[in-house]
Protein backbone atom coordinates (compact mmCIF):
# COMPACT_ATOMS: atom_id res chain seq x y z
CA UNK A 1 0.00 0.00 0.00
CA UNK A 2 1.20 3.60 -0.93
CA UNK A 3 0.60 6.51 0.92
CA UNK A 4 -0.22 9.63 -0.71
CA UNK A 5 2.75 11.72 -1.07
CA UNK A 6 1.06 14.77 0.75
CA UNK A 7 0.91 12.53 3.70
CA UNK A 8 4.61 11.93 3.80
CA UNK A 9 5.36 15.58 3.41
CA UNK A 10 2.55 16.59 6.09
CA UNK A 11 4.44 13.84 8.08
CA UNK A 12 8.04 15.03 7.62
CA UNK A 13 7.05 19.09 8.65
CA UNK A 14 4.96 17.55 11.64
CA UNK A 15 8.57 16.08 13.01
CA UNK A 16 10.46 18.70 12.10
CA UNK A 17 8.17 20.95 14.19
CA UNK A 18 8.29 18.30 17.47
CA UNK A 19 11.92 18.68 16.87
CA UNK A 20 12.28 22.16 16.80
CA UNK A 21 9.75 22.43 20.00
CA UNK A 22 10.23 19.68 22.63
CA UNK A 23 14.01 20.25 23.29
CA UNK A 24 12.95 23.81 24.14
CA UNK A 25 11.85 23.06 28.35
CA UNK A 26 15.77 21.46 28.05
CA UNK A 27 17.31 24.79 26.50
CA UNK A 28 15.44 26.93 28.63
CA UNK A 29 16.66 24.68 32.01
CA UNK A 30 20.15 25.38 30.45
CA UNK A 31 20.13 28.93 29.97
CA UNK A 32 18.71 29.72 33.78
CA UNK A 33 21.72 30.31 36.45
CA UNK A 34 20.91 28.70 40.08
CA UNK A 35 22.44 30.46 42.65
CA UNK A 36 22.16 28.73 46.44
CA UNK A 37 22.83 29.69 49.81
CA UNK A 38 23.19 28.30 53.11
CA UNK A 39 20.82 29.78 56.04
CA UNK A 40 23.01 32.50 57.64
CA UNK A 41 22.85 36.12 56.62
CA UNK A 42 26.36 36.30 55.16
CA UNK A 43 25.10 33.61 53.21
CA UNK A 44 21.65 35.26 52.05
CA UNK A 45 23.62 38.04 51.13
CA UNK A 46 26.24 36.76 48.95
CA UNK A 47 23.83 34.57 46.70
CA UNK A 48 21.95 38.28 46.24
CA UNK A 49 25.20 39.75 45.22
CA UNK A 50 25.90 37.07 42.55
CA UNK A 51 22.55 36.58 41.41
CA UNK A 52 21.78 40.30 40.58
CA UNK A 53 25.23 40.75 39.10
CA UNK A 54 24.88 37.89 36.31
CA UNK A 55 21.13 38.92 35.82
CA UNK A 56 22.05 41.52 33.29
CA UNK A 57 23.64 38.84 31.21
CA UNK A 58 21.34 36.05 31.45
CA UNK A 59 18.29 35.01 29.22
CA UNK A 60 16.29 34.10 31.86
CA UNK A 61 16.28 35.77 35.32
CA UNK A 62 18.66 34.08 37.68
CA UNK A 63 16.73 31.48 40.35
CA UNK A 64 18.18 32.36 44.07
CA UNK A 65 17.21 29.47 46.30
CA UNK A 66 17.81 31.09 49.73
CA UNK A 67 18.34 29.39 52.86
CA UNK A 68 18.55 25.25 51.43
CA UNK A 69 20.32 24.38 54.60
CA UNK A 70 23.93 23.62 56.06
CA UNK A 71 27.13 22.78 53.48
CA UNK A 72 26.02 19.00 53.21
CA UNK A 73 22.73 20.01 52.01
CA UNK A 74 23.72 23.24 50.05
CA UNK A 75 26.88 20.73 48.28
CA UNK A 76 24.69 18.20 47.30
CA UNK A 77 22.17 20.32 45.74
CA UNK A 78 25.42 21.77 43.79
CA UNK A 79 26.59 18.69 42.79
CA UNK A 80 23.45 17.22 41.84
CA UNK A 81 22.43 19.99 39.76
CA UNK A 82 19.74 21.73 41.46
CA UNK A 83 21.92 24.80 41.55
CA UNK A 84 24.83 26.07 39.55
CA UNK A 85 27.08 27.95 41.98
CA UNK A 86 27.42 29.47 45.74
CA UNK A 87 29.65 31.10 48.04
CA UNK A 88 31.62 29.09 50.30
CA UNK A 89 35.10 29.68 52.16
CA UNK A 90 37.95 27.57 51.75
CA UNK A 91 38.44 26.32 55.26
CA UNK A 92 34.96 25.24 54.82
CA UNK A 93 36.23 23.26 51.37
CA UNK A 94 39.01 21.80 52.64
CA UNK A 95 37.66 20.71 55.99
CA UNK A 96 34.16 19.76 54.78
CA UNK A 97 33.83 18.94 51.17
CA UNK A 98 37.70 17.52 51.01
CA UNK A 99 37.98 15.85 54.36
CA UNK A 100 40.97 17.41 55.46
CA UNK A 101 42.79 17.05 52.15
CA UNK A 102 45.80 19.26 51.54
CA UNK A 103 44.77 21.41 49.40
CA UNK A 104 46.23 25.09 50.65
CA UNK A 105 46.16 27.10 47.33
CA UNK A 106 42.90 27.46 44.72
CA UNK A 107 44.93 25.18 42.19
CA UNK A 108 45.25 22.47 44.47
CA UNK A 109 41.33 22.67 45.63
CA UNK A 110 40.51 22.54 41.68
CA UNK A 111 42.69 19.20 40.93
CA UNK A 112 41.18 17.55 44.14
CA UNK A 113 37.16 18.99 43.18
CA UNK A 114 37.55 18.35 39.52
CA UNK A 115 36.50 14.72 39.29
CA UNK A 116 33.23 15.66 41.52
CA UNK A 117 33.06 18.25 38.22
CA UNK A 118 32.94 21.14 40.69
CA UNK A 119 35.83 24.18 40.83
CA UNK A 120 36.49 27.21 42.90
CA UNK A 121 37.04 30.66 41.30
CA UNK A 122 36.28 34.25 42.01
CA UNK A 123 37.94 35.01 45.60
CA UNK A 124 35.58 37.80 47.05
CA UNK A 125 38.12 39.30 48.92
CA UNK A 126 37.32 38.65 52.62
CA UNK A 127 38.22 36.00 55.36
CA UNK A 128 35.27 35.59 57.70
CA UNK A 129 37.90 33.47 59.92
CA UNK A 130 38.18 33.22 63.96
CA UNK A 131 39.37 36.13 65.69
CA UNK A 132 39.96 37.91 69.13
CA UNK A 133 38.70 41.36 69.50
CA UNK A 134 38.91 44.04 72.37
CA UNK A 135 37.24 47.74 72.75
CA UNK A 136 38.65 49.80 70.31
CA UNK A 137 39.82 52.67 73.64
CA UNK A 138 41.38 49.84 75.03
CA UNK A 139 43.43 49.19 72.10
CA UNK A 140 44.73 52.25 71.67
CA UNK A 141 45.28 52.76 75.25
CA UNK A 142 47.22 49.39 75.53
CA UNK A 143 48.90 49.66 72.05
CA UNK A 144 46.90 46.30 70.96
CA UNK A 145 47.47 45.39 67.21
CA UNK A 146 48.47 41.45 67.35
CA UNK A 147 47.94 38.60 69.47
CA UNK A 148 51.19 39.02 70.46
CA UNK A 149 50.69 41.93 71.92
CA UNK A 150 47.76 40.70 73.67
CA UNK A 151 49.62 38.41 75.37
CA UNK A 152 51.78 40.93 77.22
CA UNK A 153 48.63 41.88 79.47
CA UNK A 154 47.34 39.07 81.60
CA UNK A 155 45.35 41.53 83.57
CA UNK A 156 42.71 41.82 80.42
CA UNK A 157 39.55 39.25 81.30
CA UNK A 158 38.48 37.04 78.15
CA UNK A 159 35.19 36.00 77.79
CA UNK A 160 34.90 33.07 74.69
CA UNK A 161 32.36 31.44 73.41
CA UNK A 162 31.70 27.59 75.19
CA UNK A 163 32.38 26.48 71.94
CA UNK A 164 35.40 27.61 71.12
CA UNK A 165 36.59 27.24 74.29
CA UNK A 166 36.29 23.43 74.37
CA UNK A 167 37.09 22.93 70.88
CA UNK A 168 40.71 21.15 69.66
CA UNK A 169 41.70 23.73 67.58
CA UNK A 170 39.83 26.57 69.77
CA UNK A 171 41.53 28.45 73.04
CA UNK A 172 44.06 25.11 74.18
CA UNK A 173 45.60 25.88 71.00
CA UNK A 174 45.49 29.50 70.86
CA UNK A 175 46.93 29.58 74.70
CA UNK A 176 49.58 27.35 73.59
CA UNK A 177 50.65 29.76 70.85
CA UNK A 178 50.84 32.87 72.11
CA UNK A 179 51.42 31.71 75.89
CA UNK A 180 47.90 33.25 77.39
CA UNK A 181 47.61 32.57 80.93
CA UNK A 182 44.15 33.40 81.57
CA UNK A 183 41.56 31.78 82.47
CA UNK A 184 38.84 32.57 80.10
CA UNK A 185 34.59 33.12 81.09
CA UNK A 186 32.49 30.67 79.47
CA UNK A 187 29.37 32.63 77.80
CA UNK A 188 26.99 32.83 74.97
CA UNK A 189 28.25 34.82 72.03
CA UNK A 190 25.39 36.54 71.92
CA UNK A 191 25.82 37.67 75.44
CA UNK A 192 29.65 38.51 75.09
CA UNK A 193 29.20 41.33 72.98
CA UNK A 194 27.01 42.99 75.81
CA UNK A 195 29.35 41.38 78.01
CA UNK A 196 32.45 43.06 76.38
CA UNK A 197 30.10 46.48 75.54
CA UNK A 198 29.23 46.84 79.10
CA UNK A 199 33.21 46.08 80.16
CA UNK A 200 32.47 43.08 82.04
CA UNK A 201 34.56 41.47 80.07
CA UNK A 202 37.85 42.74 77.71
CA UNK A 203 38.49 40.39 75.01
CA UNK A 204 35.80 38.26 72.95
CA UNK A 205 36.29 35.82 70.05
CA UNK A 206 34.66 36.97 67.05
CA UNK A 207 34.17 35.93 63.28
CA UNK A 208 35.78 38.84 61.27
CA UNK A 209 32.77 39.74 59.39
CA UNK A 210 30.41 40.01 62.20
CA UNK A 211 27.44 42.70 62.25
CA UNK A 212 28.85 43.79 65.57
CA UNK A 213 32.45 44.66 65.23
CA UNK A 214 31.82 48.23 64.07
CA UNK A 215 28.47 48.79 65.84
CA UNK A 216 30.28 48.10 69.17
CA UNK A 217 33.83 49.61 68.78
CA UNK A 218 35.43 46.89 68.32
CA UNK A 219 39.28 46.18 66.87
CA UNK A 220 40.28 42.88 65.67
CA UNK A 221 43.32 41.57 66.70
CA UNK A 222 46.09 40.22 63.89
CA UNK A 223 46.96 36.65 64.30
CA UNK A 224 50.35 37.49 63.71
CA UNK A 225 51.46 33.71 64.14
CA UNK A 226 49.22 32.58 62.06
CA UNK A 227 47.04 29.92 64.37
CA UNK A 228 43.48 30.13 63.00
CA UNK A 229 42.63 28.68 59.67
CA UNK A 230 41.48 31.41 56.64
CA UNK A 231 38.05 30.90 55.29
CA UNK A 232 38.17 33.13 52.35
CA UNK A 233 35.02 33.81 50.79
CA UNK A 234 35.23 31.81 47.00
CA UNK A 235 32.66 30.73 44.65
CA UNK A 236 31.65 27.15 44.26
CA UNK A 237 30.74 26.15 41.01
CA UNK A 238 29.90 23.80 38.83
CA UNK A 239 32.52 23.33 35.92
CA UNK A 240 29.81 23.27 32.70
CA UNK A 241 28.85 26.96 33.98
CA UNK A 242 31.59 28.87 32.17
CA UNK A 243 30.91 27.41 28.76
CA UNK A 244 27.05 26.87 29.42
CA UNK A 245 26.39 30.75 30.60
CA UNK A 246 29.86 32.93 29.56
CA UNK A 247 28.16 36.01 29.74
CA UNK A 248 27.21 34.97 33.19
CA UNK A 249 30.17 33.65 34.06
CA UNK A 250 32.27 36.87 32.57
CA UNK A 251 30.05 39.17 34.92
CA UNK A 252 30.58 37.22 37.93
CA UNK A 253 34.29 37.37 37.26
CA UNK A 254 34.05 41.17 37.71
CA UNK A 255 32.92 40.37 41.72
CA UNK A 256 36.69 39.34 42.45
CA UNK A 257 38.83 41.21 45.36
CA UNK A 258 35.33 43.52 45.54
CA UNK A 259 34.31 42.65 48.94
CA UNK A 260 36.64 43.18 52.10
CA UNK A 261 35.85 42.40 55.47
CA UNK A 262 34.23 46.03 56.28
CA UNK A 263 32.03 46.06 53.07
CA UNK A 264 31.15 42.47 54.58
CA UNK A 265 30.65 43.80 57.92
CA UNK A 266 28.59 46.64 57.02
CA UNK A 267 26.34 44.92 54.55
CA UNK A 268 25.84 41.92 57.67
CA UNK A 269 24.87 44.80 60.25
CA UNK A 270 22.46 46.37 57.73
CA UNK A 271 20.74 43.21 57.43
CA UNK A 272 20.91 42.15 61.24
CA UNK A 273 20.56 45.43 63.12
CA UNK A 274 18.06 47.73 60.78
CA UNK A 275 16.34 44.78 58.59
CA UNK A 276 16.84 45.64 55.25
CA UNK A 277 16.30 42.73 52.95
CA UNK A 278 19.38 40.93 51.40
CA UNK A 279 18.42 41.94 48.31
CA UNK A 280 18.57 45.77 48.47
CA UNK A 281 21.51 45.32 50.59
CA UNK A 282 23.77 43.49 47.88
CA UNK A 283 21.44 45.79 44.83
CA UNK A 284 23.04 48.76 46.95
CA UNK A 285 26.45 47.60 47.41
CA UNK A 286 26.61 47.11 43.28
CA UNK A 287 25.43 50.57 42.83
CA UNK A 288 27.96 51.72 45.33
CA UNK A 289 30.50 50.00 43.58
CA UNK A 290 29.85 51.08 39.90
CA UNK A 291 27.77 48.31 39.13
CA UNK A 292 24.42 47.76 38.40
CA UNK A 293 23.68 51.39 40.03
CA UNK A 294 20.83 52.36 38.31
CA UNK A 295 18.19 49.62 37.94
CA UNK A 296 18.40 45.78 37.66
CA UNK A 297 16.59 44.95 33.92
CA UNK A 298 14.28 41.80 35.07
CA UNK A 299 13.29 40.79 38.70
CA UNK A 300 14.94 38.04 40.35
CA UNK A 301 13.11 34.57 40.85
CA UNK A 302 13.91 33.81 44.67
CA UNK A 303 12.72 30.26 46.12
CA UNK A 304 12.46 31.96 49.50
CA UNK A 305 10.91 34.56 51.47
CA UNK A 306 14.42 35.17 52.51
CA UNK A 307 15.54 38.20 50.90
CA UNK A 308 12.71 39.85 53.23
CA UNK A 309 13.46 38.77 56.64
CA UNK A 310 11.36 38.88 59.39
CA UNK A 311 13.33 38.55 62.36
CA UNK A 312 13.71 34.95 62.55
CA UNK A 313 14.88 34.99 58.99
CA UNK A 314 18.14 37.15 60.05
CA UNK A 315 21.53 35.44 61.52
CA UNK A 316 20.51 34.92 65.78
CA UNK A 317 23.19 36.94 67.29
CA UNK A 318 24.29 33.19 69.11
CA UNK A 319 25.07 32.58 65.76
CA UNK A 320 25.70 28.27 65.45
CA UNK A 321 26.73 27.92 62.39
CA UNK A 322 30.43 27.00 62.72
CA UNK A 323 29.80 24.35 65.91
CA UNK A 324 27.09 22.59 67.98
CA UNK A 325 25.54 26.13 69.43
CA UNK A 326 21.45 26.09 69.46
CA UNK A 327 19.50 28.83 68.92
CA UNK A 328 20.47 30.54 65.55
CA UNK A 329 21.74 29.10 62.50
CA UNK A 330 25.48 30.57 61.49
CA UNK A 331 27.45 28.06 63.13
CA UNK A 332 25.57 24.80 62.09
CA UNK A 333 24.62 26.13 58.88
CA UNK A 334 28.51 26.67 57.64
CA UNK A 335 30.61 25.23 59.50
CA UNK A 336 29.27 22.28 61.12
CA UNK A 337 32.08 19.84 60.57
CA UNK A 338 35.24 21.61 61.69
CA UNK A 339 37.28 19.42 63.84
CA UNK A 340 35.98 19.56 67.18
CA UNK A 341 32.34 19.79 66.46
CA UNK A 342 29.65 17.62 66.23
Not at 25 to 33: N, W
Not at 175 to 203: C, E, N, S, W
Not at 275 to 301: C, E, H, M, N, Y
Request: proline share 6%.
Amino acid sequence: MHLPRCFWRAALLYALAWLAVAPAPARAADETLRVGSKRFTESYILAELLAQTAAPHTVSPPVVRQGLGNTAIVYEALRSGAIDLYAEYTGTIALEILKGSPADTREAMNAALAPMGLGVAIPLGFNDGYALAVRAADAERLGLRTLSDLAKHPELKFGLSNEFIGRADGWKGLAGRYGFTQMPTGLDHGLAYDAVAAKQIDVIDIYTTDAKIDHLGLRVLEDDRKYFPRYDAVVLYKLDLPTRLPLAWAALKTLEGRVDERAMIAMNARAELQSVPFDTIARDFLASTGKGAKAQPRALWSTSLASHPPGNRRRAPGRPDRGSRPGGCRWSCRRSSRPGTA
